[in-house]
């Protein structure tokens, strides 16, 4: 069942996550009016930095919908939405160039993204077996007072959250080095100038807040269940 802290929590982090989403748009909407240099899209950026990073596995591909750009190791894509796979604009060449950065990461099996990498799985099982105990929490209230124990709840709780908060901070390094490496880039081909690097670097770290608001999130959470138990113990 929801008690009460939880509903703090997750209010608390809901609006402040509102909050970074509604900034982090605020920001690509207003980047994306301009332009960079040598009318290159977000598409061209791409491709550029692939090839001067000597990748030639790795495809560029449109994708529906508004901030759904990601790199896809599985398949090796890119996968920029529309507004930046043919868009001429900061927020454009930011974000290619940072779907990019995780494109070099895979192929340089950089150490974060591998470790992270191998948690997917164990966080699809552990999210899924949450999911079991609410349940089972739910229907041993009303019918099963036996099915399951609180304090076994909460220790299987306990676990899941460790993992969504080990996989979410680890999330961090490798966002922001896909950041540097982007970055990095786009100034050393003069693809942004003095006065659109900046520019370029505030629509990326506003992106990374939605990152960070999501690793504290989900360490409230584990804290909150951790002094739930500890508390039922004493």
């Given at each position: 069942?929801?008690?009460?802290?939880?509903?703090?929590?997750?209010?608390?982090?809901?609006?402040?996550?509102?909050?970074?989403?509604?900034?982090?748009?605020?920001?690509?909407?207003?980047?994306?009016?301009?332009?960079?240099?040598?009318?290159?899209?977000?598409?061209?950026v791409a491709e550029k930095m692939l090839r001067?990073?000597?990748?030639?596995?790795?495809?560029?591909?449109?994708?529906?919908?508004?901030?759904?750009?990601?790199?896809?190791?599985?398949?090796?894509?890119?996968?920029?939405?529309?507004?930046?796979?043919?868009?001429?604009?900061?927020?454009?060449?930011?974000?290619?160039?940072?779907?990019?950065?995780?494109?070099?990461?895979?192929?340089?099996?950089?150490?974060?993204?591998?470790?992270?990498?191998?948690?997917?799985?164990?966080?699809?099982v552990s999210a899924k077996v949450m999911n079991?105990?609410?349940?089972?929490?739910?229907?041993?209230?009303?019918?099963?007072?036996k099915l399951i124990s609180f304090d076994l709840?909460?220790?299987?709780?306990?676990?899941?959250?460790?993992?969504?908060?080990?996989?979410?901070?680890?999330?961090?390094?490798?966002?922001?080095?896909?950041?540097?490496?982007?970055?990095?880039?786009?100034?050393?081909?003069?693809?942004?100038?003095?006065?659109?690097?900046?520019?370029?670097?505030?629509?990326?770290?506003?992106?990374?807040?939605?990152?960070?608001?999501?690793?504290?999130?989900?360490?409230?959470?584990?804290?909150?269940?951790?002094?739930?138990?500890?508390?039922?113990?004493?």
């Amino acid at each position: 069942m929801i008690s009460i802290g939880q509903i703090v929590i997750l209010g608390a982090f809901m609006l402040l996550s509102w909050i970074v989403s509604a900034q982090l748009k605020s920001r690509f909407r207003r980047y994306s009016q301009i332009p960079v240099n040598y009318g290159v899209t977000g598409r061209d950026v791409a491709e550029k930095m692939l090839r001067e990073n000597g990748i030639n596995d790795v495809s560029v591909v449109s994708v529906e919908g508004q901030l759904t750009d990601h790199y896809n190791p599985i398949n090796k894509t890119i996968n920029l939405s529309h507004d930046v796979y043919s868009g001429n604009s900061v927020a454009a060449a930011a974000v290619a160039a940072h779907e990019t950065g995780h494109a070099i990461q895979h192929a340089t099996a950089y150490a974060p993204l591998k470790f992270r990498s191998s948690l997917v799985p164990i966080q699809n099982v552990s999210a899924k077996v949450m999911n079991m105990v609410f349940l089972a929490m739910f229907l041993g209230a009303a019918f099963l007072p036996k099915l399951i124990s609180f304090d076994l709840a909460l220790l299987v709780i306990i676990a899941c959250y460790g993992i969504f908060t080990l996989f979410a901070f680890v999330t961090l390094p490798v966002e922001i080095n896909a950041s540097q490496r982007a970055l990095a880039w786009l100034n050393n081909s003069n693809i942004t100038g003095y006065d659109t690097a900046p520019q370029a670097k505030d629509a990326l770290k506003w992106a990374a807040y939605t990152y960070v608001v999501a690793a504290l999130s989900s360490l409230a959470m584990l804290l909150y269940y951790v002094f739930l138990f500890l508390g039922r113990r004493d």
